[in-house]
C-alpha cells in the first residue's frame, strides 16, 4: 500500500463496521519515515487520534498486514473514543478487532 487515501477508506470502513463513525474525523493517518521497528502507531493527543503508517515497512509489507495494521491502529482510537480510556491492547480493543474480522487479534509488529 502506498498511498493514504486506502488507508483512509479502511479507517471509514473500520468506523463503519464498529458502529462508531463519529470517529473518523477524529482520526489523522500520515506517513512516517522514522518508523522503523513498527509498522505503525496510534497516539492521542487532545481529543485527535494520530496515526502513522511506516513507509518503509508499508512498501515491503503485503497488502493483508497493510490492512490489518490500519485496522489495529483505528481500532485502538476507538476504543479510546467510545470506552473513554487509555489506548491499550484490552478486552475493548480486541472486541473491535473482532467485529473487524480479527477474532485473534495479535500485537504483531504493529504498535
Ligand atoms: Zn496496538
Known amino acids: 500500500m502506498t498511498n493514504l487515501d486506502a488507508a483512509y477508506e479502511i479507517a471509514e470502513q473500520v468506523c463503519g463496521v464498529c458502529g462508531c463513525p463519529e470517529a473518523l474525523p477524529q482520526i489523522r493517518i500520515s506517513w512516517c519515515g522514522r518508523l522503523r521497528r513498527s509498522i505503525g502507531t496510534a497516539e492521542e493527543w487532545k481529543g485527535l487520534y494520530d496515526i502513522r ?41 480486541k472486541d473491535l478487532m473482532h467485529r473487524c474480522g480479527y477474532p485473534d487479534a495479535q500485537v504483531g509488529w504493529s504498535g
Open 53 to 93: 503508517l511506516s513507509k518503509r515497512l508499508f512498501a515491503l509489507a503485503g497488502w493483508e498486514d497493510c490492512i490489518e495494521t490500519v485496522v489495529h491502529e483505528v481500532c485502538h482510537a476507538i476504543d479510546s473514543i467510545v470506552n473513554n480510556r487509555p489506548m491499550s491492547h484490552g478486552d475493548g480493543w
